[in-house]
Every structure is written in C-alpha cells, then in structure tokens.
C-alpha cells in the first residue's frame, strides 16, 4: 500500500489529488487498485508519504501504532476506506478471494501472500531471484532529485523517455562507466529499473545515442540552472571562481571531428589526437561551467572565451575573484581581467618569478603558513610552506617557498635534461647520417626541441654549427646556478591588497580542487579515452561525466557537511552490498508466491543513508501470486 500523487490541469489551473493504492491479485496478474482518495494534502517529503501510508495499512489490519501528531488524519483516512470498502461489498464489487486452504504436509510454515489469508510454505524450496545492485543507484538517483535534474531537463523540453534514459546514463557515468554499448548491459543488472518502475530490459544502444544528441543543445541551460539550484540547496560561496584545463585523448583516428588534435598532452598520450576541457569550479568543489577545445588550443587563448560562458552561464559579475594558474598568467589575460573589473589570482612565470631572486634568498621576512591536518588522513605529513609579501606598484606579489618540493623541483628538472641531451645527440646523428641536410629543417628542428623542452632548453644555448655539422649545446652556468637556487620558490601575484600573504596562498591554493575535479572525472568516471568520433557526440560525452561530477559533488559535500570525509569511490563500494531481489516461496498445492522487496542494509550501510539524510527503504515491497502448474 503507498500514496500515489496525481497532477491534472482543468481551464488553465492545475489540481494536484494524492490517492492510497494497493496491489490486489487478478487473473492476469498484480495490478493497482486506488482504494481512498486522499484530497490535496498538506506537503511533506517523500518519506513522510511511505510513513503514512504503513500507518494506514498497520491501522487497517487492527496495529495501532500512531504518532499523536497523525493519529487524527490516520484514523479519518481508515474510516473512509473501510466505508467504501463495505459500499463496495453491498454492490457485490467484492475484493479478489484468497487462495483456497491448503492441506497440511511435510514440513511447512504460514506465509501472508494477501493480507487475511494465509499459505503454508515448503522451507526448502525457497529461493531467491533476480538480484539487482541497488545500494549506489539509490544514492545517486536520490541526489539526482535533490538537485531537481528532472525539472531542469523537462524545462528545456525533454520528453520523459529522454528523462528516464538520462538519468540512467549519467548514473552509469557515477557508478560503473560504460560505453553506450555496453550500458544496457548494466542497466539489467542494476536496480534503477525499480526504482523508476521502468523496465530496462529491452534498451538498446542505439536510444542512447539519440539521448546524446537530445541532451547537446541544452547544455548551457541545464548548467546554469544546476548553478542555481546547487547555490540555493548548499548556500554556496558565489565570489571565487577557479579556472583550470585538461585534456582527454581519443581512441581512433576522429577524422569527423575537428577539433580532434595533438597537442600538449596531459595524460602522456603524445600519440593520439586529444581535445582541451577547460572547467571553472567554485571554491566547494562544485562545476560551474565547462567548455571544449581543440586538442591544440593554448592555455592563454581560452580566457576571454570563458569569462563570457561564466557570466551567461554562472552569473560573474565585477568585483569577484578569478584564481588561474601560471598556463594563463600573461599580460593580456591580466588586462582582460582588469577591463571587466574583475580581481585576480595568478602564479606568476618562470620569468617574472627571476627578479625576485635577491627577496627569495633573504630568509627575513618568510611567516609559516599554519596548515590543518588533512580530515581524511590526520596522520599525513604536510609540507611546511613560508611566504612573504611584496608591493610593486598596485599589485601584490606573495613569495611562497618550501623545503620539501625543493628535491622534487631538481628531480623534474634533471629528467627533462637527459631527455633533451638525448634528443639532441638524436638530431646530431640525423644530420651526420646525411638523413637531415637542410639548414631551415634543421633550425626547425632545434625550435622543435625548445617547444618539448621549456623547461630546461633555456638554459642552453642551442644552435646549428654549420662547420662541424653538429647542434651545439652549451650550458648557460649563470641560469642554471639561478634555477637552482630558485628550486622550491614559485611566486603568486594579485591585485587585491586587502587578504595578507597566508589568506591568499590560501585562495590560490583552492585551485587544486579544479585538479581533483579533472581526476574524479577521469576515474572514477572515466571520462577517458574517448571513442565518440564526431564533435557533438564527443561534447555529449563529456557533458555527461560534467552531470555525474554535479552528483559526486554534491555527495561528497553532504557527508563533509557531517563531518565524513570519504570519496564517492569508498562510498560507492559500501553501498554495494544492499540489493533487491525477488523472494520465491512455494507453497504444499504448487502455487508460488512471489515478493520483491530489498534487503536489510547492513549497519554501515544504514550509517551512510543516515548521514546522506535518504531513506533506507528503497522500493515498497509487491508480492504476485502464480496458480499451480495444471500439468503438475
């Protein structure tokens, strides 16, 4: 028994009726039988409706077991029903009849497959069947509501078809990514099919694909209006905006997609062509918006571009801050930032990070940033970090400096040395082999390894001696002794003269969360390889893994809002063990009485709902009833 909500709309205005159903026996089956009108009720959470709806069902069959609270609407709703019933018997609608009495034989034991009759049960023939992983899609469909998807995608005109396998997708993309060939695979073994009362066993790849194409168009307004509604349900901080990039490559050669590059790969995948995500998250971690790039964008051209997409998408307005790393810390950017009167945090570059060499060997001046134990892991070590602040004009410059990335520094470097030498010896053979003979080709070849190489080639001087027939690489004493000295240091710059040193390497140091963001949307996602081949589909991809990071994200900030500090990825490996599945019971006269229902979660299971604040139930037990075999 449960409570169904019913919405019709009459001359313009809109009724909403909620009704007490049932499930009754038929011939052909189980089915739902409204049994009480109920009338417009006083609004309440979902759980509030299962509540009552027990209550009604315990009364009916004699358990008081009433809150005082609700004992006045319970009792009048169990007066209503028990006169239409007896109005239903005077007119000879009588309810379907109970299973005839069964002999007594063997070794049974009473089961209620309808309420009032009873059944006896052969113990050893009991089993179980079509189990389904219920536990993580709970969650996530339970999150899904919290952040109202379903109203945001039926506002950009998505039919419920298009609703039902969205929110299937973007919860495989949460709990067990998988290609949409493969999807409807786990669709079958996952319990969404119960909790959306739809059945998923007929779904093919093919409607998933259209969901993709569906969903594209409507990416900018589905994420401003997640932005509004993750502001309101977290009363999130709307002034720091944190600006990052990545890249993600492909699987195939996406002749069909141009922005399908090589460029600078972040995932070491040189080899395959790549596109460039770029992502502003603000400072809870939560995605604000998102934007696709050719493979081969810079860092540096992106800016402008998304400052617009921000301020349509996220509501950026004058006054707020901007935090970006040193791939955006050019003089055009700053000024960008400045004509839309807009503050800014950057890391300044290697160069601008030089002529501070005398400030960072004065050791008169470095305060200790006081750092908080990680919550997830008090026992790590973190790493002491010294800053001092500096004016030059009316910018502020914070030197940041640390001991112990200092190792790390000279180890990057020395790598990237034994590569460029060895590439260099590389381009030397080629030219004395007589495989490479041009001047121009060679010169290109030597801007080549510049480009591979920033890091160290500046401390070479590299060029063709046309003589000796040999590239020459000369160290430059001077810079190298200064990288070295510079090893640990980086410098932070901002306009913003009202936060100390300590407050805003705090506020650059946000940014990580921008990199935590890529990493979840790598894996556990797996936004990555890609093997869309055409440019809408391949946005489409990736705006799905953007929805399943909303979820991520919002789950992650409930349970730290209690104090848990656990990834989705250990939670989601809890929930696993909760499952629903179907009790079979047969009976002494060849009947089988079917009930699916899900199990008792186990008690860290329980812990997790509670902290989420979701109920533990799942689905509302059904039962459905089969006559004995007649060839039996």
Known sequence: MYIRKSIRSYKGKTYTNYVLVESVHTAKGPRQKAICSLGDLSPRPREAWIELARKIEDALIGQGDFIDSDESEVADIVDRVRARRRNDERRGEERPPPPPPPATSGALIKATPIKGALIKVDPTRVSTERHREAGPVHVGYQFWQRLELDRILRNCGLSATVLRLACAMVLNRLIAPASEHAMPAWLRRAALGDLLDTDFDAVEEDPLYKVLDKLHPHRAAIEAALV????????????????????????????????????????????CKQVIVALVINRDGFALTHEVFAGNTQDRATLAT??????????????????????????????????????YVVACRQGERDRWLADFEDVDGFVPVLRQPSPR???????????????????????????????????????????LRSDIDKLTARIANGRLVNIDKINQAIGRLKERYPRVARYFDLAYDPDTATVLAPLN????????????????????????????????????????????????????????????????????????????????????????????????????????????????????????KAATPEPDVQDLYRALGIPSQIITPEHSWSPPDPIR
């Not at 996220?314 to 050019?330: C, I, N, P, Q």
């Open 228 to 271: 509004e509604r993750e502001r309101s349900l977290f009363n999130l901080d709307a002034t720091v905006y944190l600006y990052d990039l990545t890249s993600t490559y492909f699987e195939g050669v996406c002749e069909r997609n141009p922005k399908a590059k090589r460029g600078y790969s972040r995932d070491h995948r040189p080899d």
């Open 306 to 343: 998304m400052l617009d997409i921000l301020t349509a998408r996220a509501g950026l307005k004058e006054g707020d801050t901007v935090v970006v790393d040193r791939g955006m810390a050019f003089d055009e950017n700053i000024a960008e930032l400045k004509r839309r009167k807009l503050h």
């Open 377 to 419: 892991n008090p026992g790590q070590k973190k790493t002491m970090i010294e800053v001092k602040t500096r004016r030059d004009g009316d910018v502020t410059y914070v030197l940041c400096r640390s001991e112990q990335r200092i190792p790390k520094d000279r180890a990057i470097r020395t790598r990237q040395e034994v590569r």
């Open 477 to 596: 004493a001077d810079k190298y002794a200064k990288a070295e000295q510079l090893d640990g240091c980086y410098l932070i710059k901002t306009e913003r003269n009202d936060l100390s040193g300590d407050e805003l390497w705090r506020v650059y140091g946000l940014l990580t969360r921008a990199e935590n963001a890529f990493r979840d949307m790598k894996s556990p996602l797996a936004e990555r390889p890609i093997f869309h081949h055409t440019e809408r589909r391949t946005e489409a991809h990736i705006f799905l893994c953007v929805l399943a990071y909303h979820l991520l994200t919002a789950i992650e900030k409930t349970l730290r809002d209690r104090g848990i500090h656990t990834s989705w990825a250990t939670v989601r490996d809890t929930l696993k063990s909760h499952h629903i599945c179907t009790v079979v019971l047969p009976t002494d006269d060849g009947s089988t009485l079917r009930i699916r």
